[in-house]
């Protein structure tokens, strides 16, 4: 041990070695261990979150199957072709030919479920009552009772999942999923069941993708669960261990335990309730901790190797590091010496290095430092004499002044040999002794004196005011005082004038013609002037102290105030308000607040200051100016002329609504802005000029120009502008609006040829129109309508009066005549019926209207005659139609009534009154509801509110009389509407004779349903036997084509077998090789046909799998011989996948490209190109071969998947059927495009998913 102490105290290299290798070793193995525990922990949260990862995953799988074969079941259930079936097997007899039509077409509809889902195992249909299987895929089953099983009693409820369970007859694993089937009206009339295939379910378990462990189910009573049994080979019974004990109780979690065989596993398990059964994962303990295990030991042994390297380095480098440390320590005992000289060589660039180069750097700071310091005293001496104060050195024990400045020379008129050696109180300077005294105390109580205030004497006798600052200091070991002394004259007067100041800001304050109110920080007043009280009311003592809520603030702004406020003592000093304050009298007035905050030396808020104007008046002028504004621009909008504003820049101040219109622009998009801005072309400038012209010239300027519309049109218009002036004089602007003459210029050059057409139109108005003086009542113009209309000629109508042209019959009088005429000469339009005179005599019936007009600036009554004979005659013969029609009503033959949309009774018909018993009287107090029972109220409401107006509909109903009996009636009623309000219109008819004739129609139909299903059934014979006849057809097409083209391979064996058996005679071998070989080629192109044939005909089973297409087709070229010259060309991405039986669709494949080959080798007149190519769509994957050959004409390719049809003299003819059918088998086609002369391209498609 202490070899061991004194080894490592011995040298510097020890100790650095000894702590770093003892430490390695320790860390190493704490490394080590944490590390090892660590993965561990990270191990056992990551498997635990895989396992439940895996179990999610099978679950959701799991969930996903269900969901699925429940959504088949749910869609059987509602189909309504299942339910009228299903109807028919619950309400017929087994023998009725519904019953066995419905059974039959039933099962080949779910036949087809039980082929295409491999997940149904079985499909039942159970009548409601006793759970008896009135239907099933597996006929065994048909007839038995399930009414004790749950998926029954559950089912008939609701959708129900009868979890994993012993199948009755097999005792196989199984899930049945059951629905209600409910009828037409929703009545619940038996059970649909579906026993599902576990397969997918032992699938799911049994492919868990990359987990490396086993996932099992167990059932209830913890038995292995299989698709096909219960239980396992070597555990055919339940099993014990922690995990299935657990899941079986229905926890869920992770654990560590000992599996079915003994081997510890980490295990996630999970209880499935909708299933009945338990989910575990588990994965064993040492494949699941290998990992951490690993770790550990490969870092434990990296780190003792490492240590073993880190101890030779520690020795290598702590030799290096105490070499230079040794220098350093000799640098040091000489720099204590005083030698400042001494440098050490810097030979490394690590720490020691930096360590040397800095004691380096501070040996040659240290030397520097020695050399500053020698000039701190002459530094330290220039800023003394240049401070601006006074500054006194003198000794603590007789006042003596040892050092002064220039200051303190200045100031006390002394040069500095004749202060120093002498006391102030000798050079004169204090102008009391007592404050020299007072002061003296002061410092020896506590050693210093701050802001000590007193009077000195200059050196020419002129006293002034100074503030000393004094500390008690040691100067090489004696007690001295420093003192520094402020001249106050410049602050005294700075003061003087600031009081002289503050008296005229309260002059001024109290004399200033605006309130001005200062508030403390809790918004109470300070300073009130005179301004004030006479603004408020208040005088300055009834003010100062108050609240300012108290004061002039009522309850009704101070919500907007408080915010106001609170800005202002937050620093805002921008806080202006106009609002309502109330006065000393109870009066409301309104005033502007210009607020100042107050704030101390360090910006802190102490108050504010407002300057208040009272601007009740003023506000009032504002509200006033404001509304005539809004009035002015209400007016002006409400002209339809565009009018507008522009100032002396020529930018629109303002316009109207009408003049935004116009340019298709908002006010806001106009304002500011030049006509250059808003016209943007040509005109800008012709309107520019003018304006510039109208503010040279003044007054007023009127011109037309053209204006382009907003509506996109070119409009003439009149512009009329004017300058208006400012109040001192000074053109401010222009006002003007735009008259849009477009209308007046056409009209203008309408009337030239309007003036030409008038007589004509005049005469060729259809009405008679009279022209009349309006002053004298002469006639000036009549046109033609009027001649034929009256019998006159032009002369004779001009010099008729009213006598001649009315009949003076009562009231048509001539009286009335002239009071009408009289009328229309005061401008009132007058329309009215006249009974009219013709020259002949004649009366008749006219409408005339009288309108005063001036034409060509002379007054003029226009009357308007139109002949209404006519239609006095059809009004007259309407009225006798509605006579008629009431009497019609009356006497019909139907039952009718009108109501309101309660069914209140407005009015009924006589036969209304007849059928029901009752008197028109009563029955206009009575509701439609209080003899109509075939329908409910609500029933008859829902009714009326379906109706369409206009349109009928028929309501089957049963009325009852008065005296209690019934009978049945159809109601067709019509809704209308009337003033807002729907009324209906309802024809009850009489059907209880019609009734009766229904029902022995209703005998009669069902004899004849009857008769039908007798001739159906012998319909039905016939043409099963017309297919037997189609089938033999085309089994004797099938036999001859089969048999022709077996013939000839067969008759080439034949000969070749009768050959051989000379040959064999003659020993000929070679012949006899050759003649084999024909033999057996011919043998299996008989094997091919007949292989060809079994493949169109039988339908085989296969699994799709996904192959990258490009790469499948590519190999499959790369194996294909072609002939040299033919050009194979191949296009397609990289990646492009499809779900396909690959044999399958090589076979396909294949034989379309061997068909473009054979294409090829017709033509020989140009090069022969066969393309083929991969293309992706939006929803499937489309092969394509493409050759430029002959083409197929449109007979054979309508023809070209008949089975049989060929153009070859070989082949039977099925290549393209076998094509189509593989195609189909993958849900995808063949599609053909051909032309003569232009080649051939198939396409094969795939679905993408």
Same mark, same amino acid.
């Given at each position: 041990?202490?070899?061991?102490?004194?080894?490592?105290?011995?040298?510097?290299?020890?100790?650095?070695?000894?702590?770093?290798?003892?430490?390695?070793?320790?860390?190493?193995?704490?490394?080590?261990?944490?590390?090892?525990?660590?993965?561990?922990?990270?191990?056992?949260?990551?498997?635990?979150?895989?396992?439940?990862?895996?179990?999610?995953?099978?679950?959701?799988?799991?969930?996903?199957?269900?969901?699925?074969?429940?959504?088949?079941?749910?869609?059987?259930?509602?189909?309504?072709?299942?339910?009228?079936?299903?109807?028919?097997?619950?309400?017929?007899?087994?023998?009725?030919?519904?019953?066995?039509?419905?059974?039959?077409?039933?099962?080949?509809?779910?036949?087809?479920?039980?082929? @295409?889902?491999?997940?149904?195992?079985?499909?039942?249909?159970?009548?409601?009552?006793?759970?008896?299987?009135?239907?099933?895929?597996?006929?065994?089953?048909?007839?038995?009772?399930?009414?004790?099983?749950?998926?029954?009693?559950?089912?008939?409820?609701?959708?129900?999942?009868?979890?994993?369970?012993?199948?009755?007859?097999?005792?196989?694993?199984?899930?049945?999923?059951?629905?209600?089937?409910?009828?037409?009206?929703?009545?619940?009339?038996?059970?649909?069941?579906?026993?599902?295939?576990?397969?997918?379910?032992?699938?799911?378990?049994?492919?868990?993708?990359?987990?490396?462990?086993?996932?099992?189910?167990?059932?209830?009573?913890?038995?292995?669960?299989?698709?096909?049994?219960?239980?396992?080979?070597?555990?055919?019974?339940?099993?014990?261990?922690?995990?299935?004990?657990?899941?079986?109780?229905?926890?869920?979690?992770?654990?560590?335990?000992?599996?079915?065989?003994?081997?510890?596993?980490?295990?996630?398990?999970?209880?499935?309730?909708?299933?009945?059964?338990?989910?575990?994962?588990?994965?064993?303990?040492?494949?699941?901790?290998?990992?951490?295990?690993?770790?550990?030991?490969?870092?434990?042994?990296?780190?003792?190797?490492?240590?073993?390297?880190?101890?030779?380095?520690?020795?290598?480098?702590?030799?290096?590091?105490?070499?230079?440390?040794?220098?350093?320590?000799?640098?040091?005992?000489?720099?204590?010496?005083?030698?400042?000289?001494?440098?050490?060589?810097?030979?490394?660039?690590?720490?020691?290095?930096?360590?040397?180069?800095?004691?380096?750097?501070?040996?040659?700071?240290?030397?520097?430092v020695y050399e500053e310091m020698s000039n701190t005293a002459e530094n330290f001496k220039t800023i003394f004499n240049l401070n601006p104060s006074s500054i006194?050195?003198?000794?603590?024990?007789?006042?003596?002044?040892?050092?002064?400045?220039?200051?303190?020379?200045?100031?006390?008129?002394?040069?500095?040999?004749?202060?120093?050696?002498?006391?102030?109180?000798?050079?004169?300077?204090?102008?009391?002794?007592?404050?020299?005294?007072?002061?003296?105390?002061?410092?020896?109580?506590?050693?210093?004196?701050?802001?000590?205030?007193?009077?000195?004497?200059?050196?020419?006798?002129?006293?002034?005011?100074?503030?000393?600052?004094?500390?008690?200091?040691?100067?090489?070991?004696?007690?001295?005082?420093?003192?520094?002394?402020?001249?106050?004259?410049?602050?005294?007067?700075?003061?003087?004038?600031?009081?002289?100041?503050?008296?005229?800001?309260?002059?001024?304050?109290?004399?200033?013609?605006?309130?001005?109110?200062?508030?403390?920080?809790?918004?109470?007043?300070?300073?009130?002037?005179?301004?004030?009280?006479?603004?408020?009311?208040?005088?300055?003592?009834?003010?100062?102290?108050?609240?300012?809520?108290?004061?002039?603030?009522?309850?009704?702004?101070?919500?907007?105030?408080?915010?106001?406020?609170?800005?202002?003592?937050?620093?805002?000093?921008?806080?202006?308000?106009?609002?309502?304050?109330?006065?000393?009298?109870?009066?409301?007035?309104?005033?502007?607040?210009?607020?100042?905050?107050?704030?101390?030396?360090?910006?802190?808020?102490?108050?504010?200051?407002?300057?208040?104007?009272?601007?009740?008046?003023?506000?009032?002028?504002?509200?006033?100016?404001?509304?005539?504004?809004?009035?002015?621009?209400?007016?002006?909008?409400?002209?339809?002329?565009?009018?507008?504003?522009?100032?002396?820049?020529?930018?629109?101040?303002?316009?109207?609504?009408?003049?935004?219109?116009?340019?298709?622009?908002?006010?806001?998009?106009?304002?500011?802005?030049?006509?250059?801005?808003?016209?943007?072309?040509?005109?800008?400038?012709?309107?520019?000029?003018?304006?510039?012209?109208?503010?040279?010239?003044?007054?007023?300027?009127?011109?037309?120009?053209?204006?382009?519309?907003?509506?996109?049109?070119?409009?003439?218009?009149?512009?009329?502008?004017?300058?208006?002036?400012?109040p001192d004089g000074s053109i401010g602007g222009m006002v003007g609006n735009m008259l849009d003459v477009t209308e007046i210029r056409k009209a203008e050059a309408?009337?030239?040829?309007?003036?030409?057409?008038?007589?004509?139109?005049?005469?060729?108005?259809?009405?008679?129109?009279?022209?009349?003086?309006?002053?004298?009542?002469?006639?000036?113009?009549? @046109?033609?309508?009027?001649?034929?209309?009256?019998?006159?000629?032009?002369?004779?109508?001009?010099?008729?009066?009213?006598?001649?042209?009315?009949?003076?019959?009562?009231?048509?009088?001539?009286?009335?005549?002239?009071?009408?005429?009289?009328?229309?000469?005061?401008?009132?339009?007058?329309?009215?019926?006249?009974?009219?005179?013709?020259?002949?005599?004649?009366?008749?019936?006219?409408?005339?209207?009288?309108?005063?007009?001036?034409?060509?600036?002379?007054?003029?009554?226009?009357?308007?005659?139109?002949?209404?004979?006519?239609?006095?005659?059809?009004?007259?013969?309407?009225?006798?139609?509605?006579?008629?029609?009431?009497?019609?009503?009356?006497?019909?033959?139907?039952?009718?009534?009108?109501?309101?949309?309660?069914?209140?009774?407005?009015?009924?018909?006589?036969?209304?009154?007849?059928?029901?018993?009752?008197?028109?009287?009563?029955?206009?107090?009575?509701?439609?509801?209080?003899?109509?029972?075939?329908?409910?109220?609500?029933?008859?409401?829902?009714?009326?509110?379906?109706?369409?107006?206009?349109?009928?509909?028929?309501?089957?109903?049963?009325?009852?009389?008065?005296?209690?009996?019934?009978?049945?009636?159809?109601?067709?009623?019509?809704?209308?509407?009337?003033?807002?309000?729907?009324?209906?219109?309802?024809?009850?008819?009489?059907?209880?004779?019609?009734?009766?004739?229904?029902?022995?129609?209703?005998?009669?139909?069902?004899?004849?349903?009857?008769?039908?299903?007798?001739?159906?059934?012998?319909?039905?014979?016939?043409?099963?036997?017309?297919?037997?006849?189609?089938?033999?057809?085309?089994?004797?097409?099938?036999?001859?084509?089969?048999?022709?083209?077996?013939?000839?391979?067969?008759?080439?064996?034949?000969?070749?077998?009768?050959?051989?058996?000379?040959?064999?005679?003659?020993?000929?071998?070679?012949?006899?090789?050759?003649?084999?070989?024909?033999?057996?080629?011919?043998?299996?192109?008989?094997?091919?046909?007949?292989?060809?044939?079994?493949?169109?005909?039988?339908?085989?089973?296969?699994?799709?799998?996904?192959?990258?297409?490009?790469?499948?087709?590519?190999?499959?070229?790369?194996?294909?011989?072609?002939?040299?010259?033919?050009?194979?060309?191949?296009?397609?991405?990289?990646?492009?996948?499809?779900?396909?039986?690959?044999?399958?669709?090589?076979?396909?494949?294949?034989?379309?490209?061997?068909?473009?080959?054979?294409?090829?080798?017709?033509?020989?007149?140009?090069?022969?190109?066969?393309?083929?190519?991969?293309?992706?769509?939006?929803?499937?994957?489309?092969?394509?071969?493409?050759?430029?050959?002959?083409?197929?004409?449109?007979?054979?390719?309508?023809?070209?998947?008949?089975?049989?049809?060929?153009?070859?003299?070989?082949?039977?003819?099925?290549?393209?059927?076998?094509?189509? @059918?593989?195609?189909?088998?993958?849900?995808?086609?063949?599609?053909?495009?051909?032309?003569?002369?232009?080649?051939?391209?198939?396409?094969?498609?795939?679905?993408?998913?």
């Amino acid at each position: 041990m202490n070899k061991l102490l004194s080894w490592y105290f011995g040298k510097l290299s020890h100790r650095l070695v000894g702590p770093s290798l003892l430490l390695g070793i320790l860390a190493v193995f704490l490394l080590s261990l944490i590390s090892y525990f660590t993965v561990r922990n990270i191990l056992e949260k990551s498997i635990s979150h895989n396992l439940e990862v895996a179990v999610d995953l099978q679950n959701d799988e799991l969930n996903r199957w269900v969901e699925d074969q429940k959504t088949t079941i749910v869609f059987i259930s509602r189909a309504p072709f299942v339910r009228e079936r299903v109807a028919d097997l619950l309400s017929r007899d087994k023998d009725h030919p519904y019953y066995q039509e419905s059974y039959r077409e039933l099962s080949e509809y779910l036949y087809s479920y039980i082929k @295409n889902f491999k997940g149904l195992r079985e499909i039942m249909l159970l009548s409601n009552h006793g759970g008896e299987v009135i239907y099933s895929t597996s006929t065994e089953h048909e007839g038995e009772s399930w009414a004790l099983d749950s998926f029954f009693l559950e089912g008939k409820e609701a959708l129900y999942i009868q979890g994993v369970y012993a199948w009755r007859q097999s005792a196989q694993p199984t899930i049945t999923i059951a629905r209600p089937l409910l009828d037409a009206l929703g009545e619940k009339e038996g059970v649909l069941a579906v026993h599902l295939n576990l397969e997918r379910m032992q699938n799911v378990i049994s492919h868990p993708g990359a987990f490396k462990g086993e996932i099992y189910l167990v059932d209830k009573f913890k038995t292995f669960l299989n698709a096909d049994r219960f239980g396992r080979e070597d555990f055919p019974r339940g099993v014990q261990t922690v995990g299935i004990d657990r899941v079986v109780a229905g926890e869920e979690g992770t654990g560590h335990y000992l599996n079915y065989q003994g081997v510890p596993v980490v295990g996630y398990y999970r209880w499935i309730p909708d299933l009945e059964v338990g989910i575990v994962a588990e994965i064993p303990r040492e494949l699941a901790y290998a990992s951490a295990k690993h770790l550990g030991l490969l870092i434990g042994s990296l780190g003792l190797a490492l240590i073993v390297t880190l101890v030779l380095g520690h020795v290598f480098f702590a030799r290096r590091i105490s070499r230079p440390l040794g220098d350093m320590a000799r640098m040091a005992q000489q720099v204590a010496s005083g030698d400042f000289s001494i440098q050490i060589p810097v030979l490394e660039q690590d720490e020691t290095g930096v360590l040397a180069k800095a004691l380096n750097q501070m040996v040659s700071h240290l030397k520097q430092v020695y050399e500053e310091m020698s000039n701190t005293a002459e530094n330290f001496k220039t800023i003394f004499n240049l401070n601006p104060s006074s500054i006194v050195v003198q000794r603590f024990d007789n006042g003596k002044l040892v050092q002064v400045n220039e200051g303190f020379c200045q100031m006390f008129d002394v040069t500095t040999m004749q202060a120093l050696g002498r006391s102030a109180e000798e050079l004169g300077i204090w102008h009391s002794n007592i404050s020299r005294l007072r002061l003296a105390v002061l410092l020896r109580r506590k050693g210093g004196v701050i802001d000590y205030e007193s009077h000195f004497v200059r050196g020419n006798g002129d006293v002034f005011a100074g503030i000393i600052y004094s500390r008690v200091i040691e100067l090489s070991g004696e007690k001295h005082v420093v003192s520094i002394m402020v001249d106050l004259s410049d602050i005294r007067r700075t003061e003087n004038e600031l009081r002289d100041t503050s008296e005229r800001l309260q002059l001024l304050v109290q004399r200033m013609p605006i309130a001005c109110i200062a508030w403390n920080n809790d918004f109470t007043v300070s300073l009130w002037n005179p301004a004030a009280e006479q603004v408020f009311g208040y005088p300055a003592a009834a003010a100062v102290g108050k609240h300012a809520y108290e004061l002039v603030v009522p309850k009704s702004v101070q919500a907007m105030v408080e915010p106001i406020w609170g800005k202002l003592l937050a620093g805002d000093s921008t806080a202006h308000s106009v609002n309502e304050n109330i006065t000393s009298d109870g009066r409301l007035i309104v005033c502007d607040w210009t607020n100042t905050t107050l704030k101390d030396e360090h910006g802190n808020a102490i108050g504010v200051i407002s300057m208040v104007r009272d601007v009740t008046e003023e506000k009032k002028a504002q509200d006033s100016l404001h509304y005539q504004k809004e009035l002015l621009q209400t007016i002006l909008d409400a002209i339809p002329a565009p009018i507008f504003f522009k100032g002396a820049d020529l930018l629109y101040k303002g316009c109207n609504q009408a003049f935004c219109d116009a340019l298709g622009l908002s006010h806001d998009s106009i304002v500011g802005r030049s006509v250059h801005d808003i016209t943007g072309d040509e005109r800008a400038k012709i309107y520019e000029d003018a304006d510039k012209d109208l503010l040279r010239k003044g007054g007023v300027q009127i011109y037309e120009a053209k204006f382009p519309h907003a509506d996109g049109s070119e409009r003439d218009v009149v512009f009329h502008k004017a300058v208006f002036k400012n109040p001192d004089g000074s053109i401010g602007g222009m006002v003007g609006n735009m008259l849009d003459v477009t209308e007046i210029r056409k009209a203008e050059a309408e009337l030239a040829e309007s003036e030409l057409n008038y007589r004509e139109i005049f005469n060729a108005s259809s009405e008679a129109i009279i022209i009349r003086d309006l002053a004298t009542g002469k006639i000036l113009d009549v @046109n033609q309508s009027m001649l034929d209309m009256y019998g006159y000629s032009f002369e004779e109508a001009i010099a008729t009066t009213i006598d001649d042209l009315s009949s003076g019959e009562p009231p048509y009088t001539i009286d009335k005549a002239y009071e009408n005429l009289t009328r229309a000469k005061s401008g009132e339009f007058r329309l009215f019926e006249w009974r009219a005179k013709k020259k002949d005599g004649t009366r008749f019936w006219v409408e005339i209207s009288l309108q005063k007009s001036t034409i060509r600036g002379e007054s003029r009554v226009i009357a308007v005659i139109r002949d209404i004979t006519q239609r006095k005659e059809v009004e007259q013969a309407h009225r006798e139609s509605e006579e008629r029609f009431h009497l019609l009503l009356e006497h019909a033959a139907d039952a009718l009534f009108l109501h309101d949309a309660e069914g209140n009774i407005l009015t009924v018909n006589q036969r209304s009154c007849d059928w029901l018993g009752y008197h028109r009287d009563e029955l206009v107090e009575m509701n439609i509801s209080d003899f109509e029972k075939g329908n409910s109220s609500d029933q008859l409401r829902n009714f009326w509110k379906s109706l369409e107006t206009g349109k009928s509909s028929l309501l089957e109903g049963q009325h009852t009389r008065k005296d209690g009996s019934t009978y049945p009636v159809d109601v067709n009623v019509v809704k209308f509407v009337f003033q807002d309000a729907d009324f209906f219109l309802a024809l009850a008819r009489d059907v209880s004779e019609r009734r009766a004739t229904e029902q022995e129609l209703e005998r009669y139909r069902d004899r004849l349903e009857e008769l039908v299903q007798e001739r159906t059934k012998q319909l039905e014979e016939a043409q099963e036997e017309l297919v037997l006849n189609e089938r033999l057809a085309v089994l004797g097409q099938l036999t001859a084509t089969v048999s022709h083209e077996l013939r000839n391979p067969l008759g080439t064996v034949k000969n070749a077998i009768h050959i051989l058996g000379r040959l064999i005679e003659q020993g000929d071998a070679d012949r006899i090789e050759k003649t084999l070989d024909l033999a057996g080629r011919n043998v299996n192109r008989c094997d091919g046909i007949i292989n060809e044939l079994l493949d169109y005909t039988r339908q085989q089973e296969w699994t799709p799998v996904k192959i990258d297409l490009g790469h499948w087709l590519q190999s499959l070229l790369d194996e294909q011989v072609v002939p040299d010259d033919i050009e194979v060309n191949r296009n397609w991405n990289k990646g492009i996948v499809a779900n396909c039986e690959p044999e399958r669709l090589r076979r396909a494949v294949l034989n379309i490209f061997t068909n473009g080959i054979q294409a090829l080798q017709e033509i020989s007149s140009r090069r022969r190109v066969l393309r083929l190519r991969i293309d992706q769509e939006e929803d499937r994957v489309v092969l394509s071969i493409a050759d430029n050959g002959p083409g197929i004409d449109n007979q054979t390719l309508e023809r070209i998947f008949e089975p049989m049809f060929s153009t070859k003299n070989f082949g039977v003819g099925l290549g393209m059927p076998i094509v189509k @059918n593989i195609m189909e088998e993958h849900a995808g086609g063949i599609e053909i495009d051909s032309s003569p002369g232009k080649g051939t391209t198939v396409s094969l498609w795939l679905p993408r998913n």
